[in-house]
Each structure stands twice: as C-alpha cells, then as structure tokens.
Nanobody, 124 residues
Framework: QVQLEASGGGSVQAGGSLRLSCAASGYNPSDTCLGWFRQAPGKAREGVVA????????TYADSVKGRFTISQDNAKNTLYLQMNSLKPEDTAMYYCAAKFGDSWPCSPEELDYWGHGTQVTVSS
C-alpha cells in the first residue's frame, strides 16, 4: 500500500522559497506516477507536477514552470518539491500524491491518491 506524508510547509513572503518533502513508501520504484497537487480554500484541486518513476519524465503545470522543481532521494525514499519565486497565488494546502492503478498517462491532473497535506502561505 502506498503511503505518502508531506511536510515542510510554512509562511514566506512573496519572492521567497520553500522546500516540501514527501516520505513515500510502498510504491513500485519502476512504474509509479508520483507528484504534488495543491488546493486553496474555495478552489478546485490543481495538479502541480507529476513524475514517472520508470522513465523520470516530469510534467509541470504552466502556473509553476520555471519556479518549482521536483526531485527525489532514493536512499531516503523521499520526494521533494523546491518552490522558488513564490507568489501569493501559490498559497494552498499541498499534497504529495500518486496515481492509483495504471501509471500512464502520468500528468498532474491524473494524481488521485494522497496523504496528509502541508500548508504553504505566501504573503505579499
């Protein structure tokens, strides 16, 4: 069973940076779609980034391209989301997520399994 636990959220001013971590376990290291999505109060869930563990293909949402970077530490079974140049509109609860079932297609919109989130607040 896949387990995902996000951490590292906090409050920063616009232009600042944060790095989120995700302790991930129970997934197939060669055939899983992992990533992050976020949800702000009163808004729909928004896929942020997806990464396929098989071919390392990464897909970012247009809203975060060039600012956010996903990475992994296999030795620690940890997924990271480095967030730079943060904007107030990035304020949301962030969730580490996976795609349940078939790992393809692997895109941020396909992520449908998640654990507890971590809050990110960006002030102007």
């Amino acid at each position: 069973q896949v387990q995902l636990e996000a951490s590292g959220g906090g409050s920063v001013q616009a232009g600042g940076s944060l790095r989120l971590s995700c302790a991930a376990s129970g997934y197939n290291p060669s055939d899983t779609c992992l990533g992050w999505f976020r949800q702000a109060p009163g808004k729909a869930r928004e896929g942020v980034v997806a990464w396929h563990t098989g071919d390392s293909r990464v897909t970012y949402a247009d809203s975060v391209k060039g600012r956010f970077t996903i990475s992994q530490d296999n030795a620690k079974n940890t997924l990271y989301l480095q967030m730079n140049s943060l904007k107030p509109e990035d304020t949301a609860m962030y969730y580490c997520a996976a795609k349940f079932g078939d790992s393809w297609p692997c895109s941020p919109e396909e992520l449908d399994y998640w654990g507890h989130g971590t809050q990110v607040t960006v002030s102007s």
